[in-house]
């Protein structure tokens, strides 16, 4: 079985994030890029049902520019076989990301694909959703537990109030809540050893897919920044900062 993972370049998530100056976007100049948490789950996923003799190869796909090789060879270190870079310059909404997975799914089958709940950037959660929709696959959102067999995926999903089972007929499309697993870290022969498995270039052309920009982004602002606290020597100086200074009671 091959299953197929979509895995993002993103800010580091120990990063403070900077607003450009014009507030036209997140300022990314000399800033960490990591492979982003969910996807990272994703991937240590599928190299678990590799590892349970359930997966036969593991395929990571990316869609960015050049930079994003680098966490395509981190999903290598960590296991994967090959990868998959899709050629992009600049922001690529998610429409058009999953236009470009649902190519990638044509060419080469995969039974299983695993995408992260969500890009810590962007912060969209719903690539996976457009993805299932464009393939006619079943999906299954927010995993917290996978198990394949049989060509179906057997999957426990966090909503609200508890967990609910779901059972998917493969092909199919699981997105990873934070519960799923928790990953490896790659150790240095794998790193090294990543270096030389495969990684192919497309071009969004050679996919087929015309890309359209469906979206502008407008302003970007950083969060309003918070007053400084002050002590107070006693309950009473409390209530009577609460009552007359800060109105809250
Ligand atoms: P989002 O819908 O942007 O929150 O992203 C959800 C998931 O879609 C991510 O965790 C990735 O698995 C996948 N994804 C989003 N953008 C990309 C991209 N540029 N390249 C590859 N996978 C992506």
Redo the contacts with the bound molecule.
């Keep these: 079985m091959k299953v197929l993972v979509?895995?993002?370049r993103v800010i580091d998530y120990n990063v403070k994030v900077r607003v450009k100056s014009d507030g036209s976007d997140v300022d990314l100049a000399n800033t960490k890029m990591a492979l982003?948490p969910?996807?990272e789950i994703?991937v240590e996923e599928a190299i678990r049902l590799k590892e349970q003799g359930v997966a036969s190869e593991v395929v990571v796909?990316?869609?960015?520019d050049k930079a994003c090789q680098e966490q395509i060879r981190t999903a290598l270190a960590l296991g994967a076989d090959r990868g998959i870079q899709i050629e992009s310059e600049g922001a690529?909404d998610?429409l058009s990301?999953a236009k470009l997975l649902k190519a990638v799914v044509a060419e080469e089958q995969p039974e299983l694909v695993i995408?992260?709940?969500?890009?810590i950037d962007?912060?969209?959660?719903?690539?996976?959703q457009m993805l299932a929709a464009l393939t006619a696959m079943p999906q299954a959102t927010f995993a917290s537990e996978l198990k394949v067999a049989d060509g179906k995926a057997t999957v426990t999903r966090e909503v609200d109030g508890g967990l609910q089972t779901l059972e998917l007929t493969l092909p199919a499309v699981v997105t990873t809540d934070l519960r799923l697993n928790e990953p490896r870290y790659a150790s240095l022969p794998n790193i090294m050893k990543a270096k030389r498995k495969p990684l192919d270039v497309k071009s969004v052309a050679e996919l087929g897919v015309e890309l359209k920009n469906n979206m502008k982004t407008l302003k970007v602002e950083p969060p309003a920044e918070r007053q400084g606290g002050i002590m107070v020597s006693s309950v009473t100086e409390l209530v009577e900062k609460l009552q007359n200074e800060a109105k809250a009671i």
């Design positions: 979509a895995v993002k982003n969910f996807c994703a796909v990316s869609v960015g690529v998610s990301v995408l992260g709940k969500q890009s962007s912060d969209n959660n719903q690539t996976g």
